[in-house]
């Protein structure tokens, strides 16, 4: 049997005001550069957050 290529991967959903990995999410590899305005729990409020390579 040949191998399936995955073509998603698992990335972390960072805040940029304070660090914090918040979310874990699976994407393409194309997507890696993703911006998502998400809600932090250590700030309390709607944060942009950056995918990151988990």
Not at 38 to 53: E, I
Request: charged share 35%; net charge positive; proline share 2%.
């Amino acid at each position: 049997m040949a191998k399936k290529k995955n073509p998603v991967e698992v990335y972390q959903l960072i805040c940029e005001d304070c660090g914090e990995r918040n979310y874990v999410v699976r994407m393409k590899k194309e997507h890696k550069g993703l911006h998502i305005r998400k809600y932090c729990s250590k700030t309390r409020t709607h944060t942009m957050h950056k995918a990151k390579k988990a």
